[in-house]
């Protein structure tokens, strides 16, 4: 085996001098990718104003009819409100309305009725309220397309919020709280959110076991009776219909609705500032991987710098194989399987959202990976990209942009995720001429303002000692001696883990 | 990128059991074969401007034997190491540093084998721990990183990404599972040629460069999917109690023995076993054009001679079973029930009736939602699943638990269900209402280019992509009897395997009060605690909350408020205790 083993590399090395030496055989096969020519294909982002509607009560909509698709038709709610607009002490409550539209019944069909229903019309449909905003959702064959809007809106406006689901649904958020520290992910998620907001948040206020015994029925009533106005909603249907006839359909149904006496349109997501001071921030988890993110605020979507941070992200960390990150901590040095940075988004455009490197390590290399993640961030600071990395990471965005347009729920979800977070719409139509227009001195401009590393708060978890030891044979170097090595004062704090039924730190 | 792989591979085996697709009239699939064997299928769809290319080797872990368990995912990453064109600025140096590298590595293995042999003597406990290394082991780790570091300075780096990246390619990534390894992304419909060149190039010309640091990225992955996830490591285990005989037996990612072992050359001996064109189909969604297609894949593709001796059979049958079996394991989770009756291969003439059954037990208004969660209250959760893979399957019940119910109520209800089917059968209507489900679902998943891609794929690659288009009207022709008939054949004691998760002691939701304490005093406490919990005497515990209110004077200071602790627990015993009695 052996000797074929090395016959097939000499012939390999053969072929290789062969055809570095001799023009390509006459196969019609360039010896180059960048050899061959594309004809241009004429891609427009989709027209939001083409598929903008309003409805008789108000209600934005948006129609994406698609003609020649499947007989399927998906209608979906966007509501304004959620956990932020949760009462002090009753954490938990829109989460539990939210999923009771679609699992509590309504006053005409018991939950039972209601799941035989849908379920027999093999429709399928969700309801839910996160922390900042919710949705429900419908999904019939053309067919059914009355009798889904009749049932979609019969549970958005008359819910019948049964008392077993009700107790049903407090179970499961009790039982989903167990597990809050299980697995280092979600400690990671929970310990990231106190260490970058405070902790009176909307997005740190979680429900605990306190909060949860003490909602009631009237509570979860008096919720929904204060979401439901149309000013809450944002509409949008996309599949197979007639643009005119659904339009009508609507009216006769969601766009009927007005709003009653104890609705109120919600107010805004609360913003929140960014607290995260800079040092290296570590939870004890007994796991063999460690999880190493790097925290710093980010910048908003409608900032003038947006588009040369996106460019400049997608080399840092964002640009998967391509990107700085994945090649020094992944490929070359094998430390990671995934590895890559963001600039998270806001709730709203005009706000800013935050920077997170992250990557996960076995435990004894996440000293010497956090190092080399760190040094590609300061490299990003005080060097101009190359031109090479700056094409393919325009060309990747510019190029890769009708790919986010697949199909057409997609659109339609872009359009009315587009108006939630007040995005202007020409935001979307002019993003490839804008990322076009960057430059690599615009990049290296954005690096120094946006990563500003000696204010990096990086969050660690999972075994504390043999992180802290690091790897003493290979690459040694202990975990609180990360800063230093680049001349940063950085306190090394142990972060208690919390206690999942209070989220109370545990001493 | 080969990313969330195994994530998907679930949701894969998920969706290739529930082969769904239209009549063929509604799903014109084209299928042409190369001439040297290669197939290709293409769906013309032309409303968007990007195509969603694929192609799939039918091989897996299945095809894999101990010692070597995990190199079919790992060679799937090295496709993405580029070729003697992509990849390198100087070819011949690359392949000298390949070989000595090499040479390198068989010096380390003896190093290796001597670790081993410590650590089945007991005189070390991991052979992986750098620690263990010797000083001449340790001298040839560094000598190899500095060949390494050569190869590395010649690289274009990651170039096979950069090509697609920059050309708007998007979503470029690659799994495997058990029975198939698939190569999959959406390029602009303009590309199709850089595809077609990309694709031929690292099937006829690949060079496995840097193949020792994606091991050690294979490990990570590994770590972080099964090893350091609270269940992971019991699911693993439990799919090897499953499978005796045949190689489902391992897992895709492969042992960490073996994933540590594995070489360069066994990577390249199996890419020349089965990665031949005869060995493959290739598979385009989206904006093509028939004329264009077959002339430009023959052209590209076509050159990658045949492999005339064809692919070593996977001839392992998994025996009967037996007897039950089951595992009970303590797992940082909420205590959870898994039951895996063995049932068919995909494309066995049951499997339409065993999907059907699944989802008659599942959904909101399914069986065991109706009757377990709601009616009984013993669960929160329930799922049934028909997962049939290419050379056999399981149907599995699994139920996650309410409260202090125990996971053996939930495996005993779970059990009543299934005979009551077994018995009594299913209604007319339960039936229809599944069937109505996958109709809608079949039309569901045609919506997504790349979906379906990905799903004809699989399909061809394990049964022929026929049988997905022909599923449709199988599943209409299940009827009520056969439904009761599978039921009565499959679900039977010694068929099955259980798995009952109980949650881990230490890993209980520590009570904050407690936690407060310094370790030394809350272990005391725990220890106490313990104790105590196993008295059930009234008289007894009253009397210990006496003799402690007579001593508290001589408490020492720091002790005093763990025996308030203890004592207050103790109190609220005793109401319990009380109160039972009472009933």
């Known amino acids: 085996m052996l000797n074929h083993f090395v016959l097939s590399l000499i012939s390999a090395s053969l072929v290789a001098q062969t055809t570095s030496s001799v023009p390509p055989k006459k196969t019609g096969i360039p010896n180059r990718p960048e050899k061959l020519s594309f004809r241009s294909i004429d891609f427009k982002v989709p027209n939001v104003r083409e598929a903008r509607t309003q409805l008789a009560n108000g209600s934005s909509c948006y129609l994406v009819p698609d003609p020649t698709g499947q007989p399927i038709i998906n209608i979906n709610i966007t509501l304004k409100g959620g956990g932020y607009l949760d009462p002090r002490g009753k954490e938990g409550l829109a989460q539990i309305m939210g999923g009771l539209l679609r699992t509590g019944g309504t006053t005409s069909l018991t939950p039972a009725q209601l799941d035989e229903r849908l379920e027999f019309m093999a429709a399928q449909s969700n309801a839910n309220l996160g922390d900042a905003s919710g949705q429900i959702s419908m999904s019939v064959l053309s067919k059914d397309i009355k009798d889904g809007m009749a049932l979609l809106l019969e549970m958005l406006t008359q819910p019948r919020f049964d008392q077993d689901r009700f107790e049903l649904s407090k179970k499961n958020i009790i039982q989903a709280m167990q597990r809050r520290n299980d697995d280092s992910t979600s400690i990671e998620r929970q310990q990231l959110g106190f260490l970058l907001r405070s902790e009176d948040y909307y997005g740190n206020r979680n429900a605990t076991k306190t909060s949860i015994d003490s909602i009631t029925l009237e509570d979860v009533k008096a919720a929904h009776a204060q979401l439901i106005h149309p000013s809450n909603m944002i509409v949008s249907v996309s599949g197979r219909f007639d643009k005119s006839e659904m339009l009508n359909l609507l009216n006769n149904t969601i766009g009927k609705l007005t709003p009653t006496s104890t609705a109120k349109i919600s107010s805004e997501v609360p913003e929140g500032a960014y607290i995260g001071k800079p040092g290296i921030f570590i939870v004890d988890k007994d796991v063999n991987q460690g999880r190493v993110t790097i925290n710093l605020p980010g910048v908003a979507a409608l900032s003038e710098d947006y588009p040369s941070v996106l460019v400049m992200n997608t080399i840092l960390g964002g640009g998967g194989f391509t990107s700085r990150l994945v090649k020094k901590i992944r490929s070359d040095e094998g430390l990671a399987y995934s590895a890559g940075s963001t600039f998270t988004g806001s709730v709203y455009v005009n706000r800013e959202g935050d920077f997170r490197a992250l990557f996960q390590t076995k435990t004894r290399t996440v000293a010497y990976g956090t190092k080399l993640a760190l040094a590609e961030i300061q490299k990003m600071r005080t060097a101009l990209v190359s031109v090479d990395e700056l094409n393919v990471a325009k060309g990747s965005i510019i190029d890769g942009f009708p790919a986010q347009f697949a199909n057409k729920s997609t659109i339609a979800s872009a359009f009315s995720s587009g108006e939630f977070s007040k995005r202007p719409d020409a935001w979307l139509e002019t993003l490839r001429d804008r990322v076009n227009k960057v430059t690599r001195e615009d990049i290296l401009r954005v690096a120094q303002k946006y990563l500003q590393l000696e204010k990096a708060s990086i969050l660690v978890v999972g075994n504390a000692k043999e992180m802290e030891e690091g790897d003493v044979k290979d690459h040694p170097g202990k975990l609180s001696e990360v800063g230093a090595s680049f001349g940063f004062n950085w306190a090394v704090t142990n972060l208690p883990l919390r206690d999942p039924m209070t989220m109370k730190p545990i001493k | ?583």
């Open chain 2, 1 to 583: 990128m080969p990313n969330s792989r195994i994530k998907l591979l679930s949701l894969l085996i998920a969706a290739s059991a529930l082969l769904v697709g239209q009549s063929s009239a509604n799903l014109p699939v084209k299928e042409h074969v190369l001439s040297n064997g290669m197939k290709v299928l293409f769906v013309q769809r032309n409303d968007q401007p990007t195509i969603a290319a694929g192609w799939i080797a039918r091989v897996g872990s299945a095809n894999e034997r101990p010692g070597i368990t995990g190199l079919a995912h790992l060679f799937e990453h090295m496709m993405f190491k580029g070729s003697k064109t992509i990849g390198t600025k100087d070819i011949k140096r690359d392949l000298q540093l390949n070989d000595l590298q090499d040479q390198l590595r068989n010096e380390i293995r003896r190093e290796d084998s001597m670790l081993r042999a410590k650590q089945l003597r007991g005189e070390i406990a991991d052979m992986t721990d750098p620690k263990n290394r010797s000083e001449r082991h340790q001298k040839l780790m560094v000598e190899f990183e500095k060949l390494v570091k050569e190869q590395q300075d010649l690289l274009v780096k990651d170039e096979f990404s950069k090509v697609y990246t920059q050309a708007g390619g998007t979503g470029l990534n690659a799994f495997t599972n058990s029975d198939v390894t698939c190569y999959v992304q959406t390029v602009p419909s303009n590309k199709l040629e850089l595809w077609a060149w990309m694709e031929s190039d690292r099937l006829y010309n690949p060079v496995f460069r840097e193949f020792y640091k994606e091991r050690d990225v294979v490990f990570e992955e590994r770590r972080l999917r099964t090893e350091s996830t609270p269940t992971g490591k019991f699911g693993e285990l439990f799919e090897s109690i499953v499978w005796e005989a045949h190689p489902y037996h391992w897992p895709v990612v492969g042992w960490g023995s073996d994933l540590a072992s594995i070489t360069r050359e066994q990577a390249l001996e199996f890419f020349n076993t089965y990665y031949a064109p005869n060995n493959l189909t290739a598979v385009l969604v989206g904006d093509v054009n028939e004329s264009e297609v077959v002339p430009m894949l023959e052209k590209y593709f076509g050159r990658i001679p045949r492999n005339p001796k064809g692919v070593p059979e996977v001839v392992t049958l998994e025996p009967k079973q037996i007897a039950e079996k089951r595992m009970v394991a303590e797992a940082e989770t909420t205590p959870s029930v898994e039951i895996a009756w063995k049932s068919v291969a995909l494309g066995h003439k049951d499997m339409y009736a065993l999907d059907l059954l699944a989802s008659v037990l599942n959904g909101r208004s399914g069986r065991l939602y109706k009757n377990i969660v709601l009616e009984k209250k013993l669960a929160t959760n329930l799922r049934a699943g028909g997962e049939s893979r290419k050379y056999g399957g399981v149907f599995t019940v699994q139920g996650t638990v309410s409260g202090e119910h125990k996971p053996e109520e939930v495996e005993q209800a779970i059990y009543q269900e299934i005979e009551k089917i077994k018995s009594a059968g299913i209604s007319e209507q339960e039936l229809q209402k599944v069937k109505n489900q996958i109709q809608a679902d079949s039309f569901r998943r045609l919506d997504n280019n790349y979906f379906l891609m990905v799903q004809l794929a699989v399909a061809d690659a394990i049964t022929g992509y026929k049988e997905f288009i022909e599923a449709p009207s199988k599943y209409e022709k299940v009827t009520v009897a056969d439904i009761q008939r599978v039921a009565n054949d499959y679900f039977s004691k010694e068929n099955r395997n259980v798995a009952i998760y109980n949650r881990k002691a230490s890993a209980k939701p520590v009570d904050p009060e407690l936690a407060a304490f310094p370790d030394q005093i809350r272990s005391m406490i725990a220890s106490q605690m313990n104790r105590l919990s196993k008295i059930t005497d009234l008289a007894q515990l009253k009397t210990i909350v006496g003799q402690m209110e007579a001593q508290a004077a001589q408490v020492p200071a720091e002790m005093k408020g763990a025996i308030d602790y203890l004592r207050k627990k103790i109190e609220t015993q005793i109401q319990e205790l009380s109160k039972k009695e009472n009933k």
